[in-house]
Structure formats: structure tokens, C-alpha cells
């Protein structure tokens, strides 16, 4: 596969919200402490949400559910019900589950009791999307047909997913964890700098469809701090889910909107599509590092396995006696990266249509053959780095987490793409579509919007999945949960969600500290190391371009919010990332 050295991560890819961090303020930063549970999302109403569900005896799964539902009202950029995602669930190995539902429980017959579970809601392609779906009559790909049409949306996942998480483990009634999210649709609610901030992105955009425009406008100009935002539209939807449940969404009025919109646009959408979407229960994909072991999500998501290899890649490495930011710390990492994605953009794919080769990708056989290609004091062109083992997502997304006070955790990360993804509205629907067929390879060998060059395993087909970033990770200690982490941006997911990891056990940071710090991202092509303000002294920099490496600075990527369990105390250690104002770390 040809490598273009042209490939680009477009700046609407990656989020430019964020003020850069001083050294002062991480070296104060201090995490929210909890005794009993902890909920953390990128929105404080969200988090609320949670907390509530919490304190009323609902347990981790439930709060998820509420949340996830709260998020599509309000987080209306990120949060939906027009897309999907991903959620890996640790279940408390204690007696004490809190889930005594029933024996159809999973949680309630001990069967699942301290085992970590991973829920697929990716969405999934029309039956009618073909390989060349974004190319021209010559094979030209066409900028914005994944992005800015409605061939680019894909068959959304995240109710179902919701709600099945609820029905396999939750304790409450659906119409219970989705009152919250109901109301705060139907009564509106006061909009704070950090929303205003996200909104504004696509004003502009909310102006050219007037069913966007009557909601997300205040009488067709922008919202300001302290108006507030109503969806009485959204609200209806989401009664009928309570309602109802999935069929109301897959089976009702809201598929026939969505498919008659999609129609009338041009997009291949159809009623049999919705009424053949499943979810999946599977295993997370599972690596050690330095004592601890980290369980991550599976393709189709390449984030558990790419991070996994640039953990078993740097392992023994001295990465703690080095030191965060310095030369060799920043040379071993962006190397492992390098290659790491490599391997993810060449052989990952949806495991329905193509064979991943994980335990070959995680053999020490091959993490030592990768490791052994790294050269000291010298970076590697990615034009010298292939798929290794022969030929063979944007800030637009949202991640929480979730403890309870049992000690079950969820790590969940969903997504519609772009912020607000396709930017428009089926009807009355009161919900943004997503752009999630970006994901795929539109032209195997042309990067696509987050500059990711990918193959033919990740091409277009009929009911498949596009391979995803998303990594919704847990950690444990001997056993015990340890770090409940997670973050949207795209490709920068995994670097993102990894140096939330490296920062704790390697760095000793706290875990406010650990998703505030500056960050770094390679991912093989293009051939660039993004950094965010602060991470790079002149001297570090300067010492590796000398080595060969090309920076270019971005001003903040990723949204990471973590959960750390303190291994002496108990207590729950929670952080929303600094980049995200509008969210909020809680518990009780």
C-alpha cells in the first residue's frame, strides 16, 4: 500500500478549545475525592445525573444508562442516541453486588461476579454501502461525501446498547434512569461557558436547516452563557424509548423519520437496516504492564490492541527513571506509536468480516521483533515502517466513567464523529446523525479526516462496522480495580487514553494530573509528532529534531475522564479533564 507523505489530520478534527497548562498548575492540580462512588463526565448535569442515580441505590450500569441518555441532551455534540459506541464493564468480584434483580441477572447468580465484559454498539453500514461508496466514476475520492452527506451516516447503536447494558445488568426500570435525561430535555437547562464554547463550533452550520436552526439557534442567532437550551423534539423521542425501549427506535416512528430523511437526501438508509441492528457482548482485549493489567476494548475497535502494544513495546524501558517530557521518555514512545499504528491501520477490522490476527499482534515474538527495529537517538521515517506482519474518529466524540459503591466500574466511550456529526436533524427526531462512515476507508491508501491511512480490511461493506479508536479501558492491581479511563479525539484516542496510564504508573502524577498533562501523538502517517503546548522544553525540542522528528504544535486534543481507586484508602480519586470546562468529577 502506497504511503502518501502528503497525509493530513484536519485542524476540525482535534479540539482547539482548551487553554494550554502551566507547570504551576499541574503541579496543584488535585482530583475529586470520593468515599463511596464516583461519576465523571464531560458535563456537570451529566455527572449530576449520575451521582443521583448513585445515591438512590442504582449501581454502575444504571447510572450509565442515565447518564448516556443525559449526555444526548446535554452534550448534544458528543452524547447521542444517532450513533454508537463502546463500553467495557468490571463487575465486583464481592458478594455485595447491589444486583438482585432476578436470576435472569447475570450479576444476580454470581456468574459474572469479577469478571470485566465488553459491550459492542458500534454502528454499523447500510445494506447498500459498497466499497467505492465515497469515489467518483474515475476512483477519485470525494472530499465531504463521508462527512457532509448523508451517505456518511451510519445505522446508530447507542440505544440499543444502552439499553441492553440495562436489561443484562442494571437493577432499575428504564423509564427510571431515563427520567432524568427527560426532563432536562422537556424544561431546558442554563448554558455554561464550556457548552457555549462547543456550540459555537457550528453555528454557522445550525443555520442552514431550520429544523437544526430552531433549536440550536435563540431566534436565529447563537446561544450566549446563561440562556437556556430546550428540545421539547427530543424530549417526545426519548418518552418513546422509555416507553417502548429499543423497538421504538429500531421498529417505530423514529427509524421511519430517519429512513425517510436519509431518502429524500440521498442515503442509502433503510427500515430493514434498523430492524437488523444488533449489539454484541464480547471479552476485552487483555495485556500486563509493570504489575498491573489493563483490559481495553477489541476490534472492531483497534484501541485495546494498539494500546497494548505500545505498552508491551516500552515495558522495559526505564520510562519512571527517564521522566515525563524528556528526551528518551518522548523518543521510545513516539517510536512504539509509530509502529504500533502501523500494524493497526494494516490488519484491524470488524471481526465479522475479516480475521484479526490479535495474538499474533500481541505475541513477545513480534512486540520484540517491532522493539528490536528501534534505533537509539535516531527517529524512524514512517516511510521505513510497514504493517509488520507481511501484506495484508474526531474530538467529536464523549467518554465517562463510573464507579459504584460496590466497586463495579464502567468505561464508556460513544460517538457521532464530527462535533454534532452530520450537523443535521431528521425531521422531528430532535437528535443529531452521525458522519460515522468516515471511519471506513473511503480509497485504500488516502488518509481520511483524522489522517489515518488505512487498507482494504477497513473498506466499505454491507453491515459492517468501520474500525474505531475508541478505547474505554479499566486497569486493575492484583486483581482490584485500579484506574477507570477513557477519552474522545479520534486517533488520538489511544495515545490519549495511554498517557492517562503512563502518567500514574510510570510518572507517579495524580490522576487530576495525569489527564490535565500535555500530551504527544504519532500515528504513523502523517509523518508528525503532534504535541500540545507545554510538553516540550526548547532543549528537548531542539535534541529531537536533531533526531529527526518534525513537531507540529496543537493547542489541546482528547477529553480523558478518570476514575483512580486508591490502593492504600479505598477513597475514589476522580478528574474531568481541564479541557472539557463544562464537565464535572462528583461522588459521595
Known sequence: MTQPDTATISTSALDVTA?????????????VTAKHAMVVT????????????LKR???????TVAVGYALAVVHPCCGNIGGGGFMVLHLAP?????????????LANGMDKGKTVFLDFREKAPLKATPTLFQDAEGNVVK???????????VPGTVMGLNTALQTYGTMSRKEVMAPAIKLARDGFVL???????LHTRSQDFAKYPNVAAIFLNHGKPYEVGDRLVQPQLAHTLEQIAKDGSRAFYHGSIAQAVVKTSEKNGGLLSLKD?????????????????????????????????????????????MGQWGYGSVNTLHTLVEAERRAF?????????????????????SPKHIAKMRATIQPGKATPSSEIKGSLGPAEGQHTTHFSIVDAQGNAVSITFTINYLFGLGQIAGNTGFFLNNEMDDFTAKPGVPNSFGLVQGRINQIEPGKRPLSSMSPTIVLKDGKLFMVTGSPGGSTIISTTLESILNVVDFGMNMQQAVDAPRVHHQWYPDVVLVEPGLLTPATKSTLEKMGYAFKEVESWGADEAILVDQKTGLLDGANDRRRPAGLAAGY
Open 19 to 31: 487553554p494550554a497548562t502551566t507547570h504551576a498548575e499541574l503541579a496543584t492540580a488535585r482530583p
Open 42 to 53: 464531560a458535563q456537570h448535569l451529566a455527572t449530576q445525573v449520575g451521582v443521583d442515580i
Open 57 to 63: 441505590g442504582g449501581n454502575a450500569v444504571d447510572a
Open 94 to 106: 464481592s458478594e455485595n453486588q447491589g444486583m438482585d434483580k432476578g436470576e435472569d441477572k447475570g
Open 144 to 154: 465531504g461525501r463521508s462527512t457532509d452527506t448523508y451517505l456518511g451516516v451510519g
Open 192 to 198: 455554561t461557558q464550556g457548552d457555549i464554547n462547543i
Open 274 to 318: 434498523f430492524a437488523d441492528y444488533t449489539v454484541q457482548w464480547d471479552k476485552p482485549i487483555t495485556c500486563g504492564y509493570h504489575g498491573y493489567t489493563v483490559l481495553s476494548a477489541p476490534p472492531p475497535s483497534s484501541g485495546g490492541t494498539t494500546i497494548c502494544q505500545i505498552l508491551q513495546i516500552i515495558q522495559p524501558y526505564p
Open 342 to 362: 502501523a500494524d493497526r491501520n494494516t490488519y484491524l477490522g470488524d471481526p465479522a468480516f475479516v480475521n484479526n490476527p490479535i495474538d499474533e499482534l500481541l
